[in-house]
């Protein structure tokens, strides 16, 4: 299946570990050259390597905080000019807290929101001018099922990522009659690091070992199974392709089935 995305050029945010690498490999893997934004420049660095070593794309490195409002900018211009344009924007970048509301710390409240989803939107609003001189223009944004399904224990990333969903839908509305598509993916449960701490959090809370925990937790997903991040990564690549161009407004589920709701 012929992709149309060799020689693309495509910016990720949140880059240097878990889903945004994975998706940086997907990228490079179909010859997309792809800018790694991140705030820890050793990991970008060594991704970096990796990307050109393995799959002969550029993969230029721009360290950036969204919580660093002034850095946006000048941090997607510096990408733009590395890359030569842009066709692709992922927005991956993601803060976390897992907790009740009396546990989450205020500033730490205040951060994610920043971080997400108005990071995203401020990433967007930047990149639009770059990505409309595109034929083939993409902006991809990291949500969560959780905005589909709040949870007990994940009071942050419900209204998050529900703002990340709606603010999918209206940027689809802004940007369709510019030719770019706007789509959300929501991943279940995925085997990153904050997979290691669920577990751990699930062993704890029902006195279980690890095998325990895992078949728990998997037993909520019609597949049984924990999502990896090259299921994520796979989907975020569909989206950036051709074969994607009549998709937009939309979030898509990526949980073996485990949120409830239609």
Request: net charge negative; charged share 25%; glycine share 10%.
């Amino acid at each position: 299946m012929n992709l149309n995305l060799t020689g693309r050029k495509a910016i990720i945010t949140g880059a240097s570990r878990g889903i945004g690498s994975a998706i940086a490999k997907g990228l490079a893997e179909e010859g997309v050259n792809v800018a790694l934004l991140g705030r820890n420049p050793a990991a970008c660095r060594a991704l970096s390597e990796a990307l050109a070593g393995d799959y002969g794309v550029q993969a230029p490195i721009i360290q950036l905080d969204l919580l660093e409002r002034e850095r946006i900018k000048p941090a997607v211009d510096e990408a733009v000019e590395s890359l030569g344009g842009l066709d692709i924007l992922v927005n991956n970048a993601a803060g976390f807290y897992r907790g009740g509301l009396t546990d989450i710390p205020e500033d730490v409240l205040e951060q994610n929101f920043i971080i997400k989803p108005i990071g995203l939107m401020r990433m967007a609003r930047e990149c639009v001018s770059y990505l409309e001189k595109s034929d083939q223009a993409r902006i991809i944004n990291l949500s969560g099922t959780r905005g589909r399904e709040p949870s007990l224990h994940s009071t942050m990333s419900g209204p998050i990522n529900m703002g990340t969903n709606s603010a999918t839908k209206a940027l689809a509305n802004l940007f369709g009659p510019k030719g770019i598509t706007v789509n959300a993916i929501c991943p279940g449960s995925t085997d990153t690091d904050r997979w290691d701490e669920l577990i751990e959090r699930t062993m704890k809370l029902h006195g279980l070992d690890e095998e325990g925990a895992k078949a728990l937790i998997c037993e909520e997903v019609p597949l049984r199974c924990v999502i990896h991040m090259e299921d994520i990564a796979d989907l975020a690549v569909f989206l950036a392709s051709s074969r994607a161009a009549r998709i937009s407004g939309t979030a898509i589920n990526v949980d073996g089935g485990r949120t409830r709701s239609i």
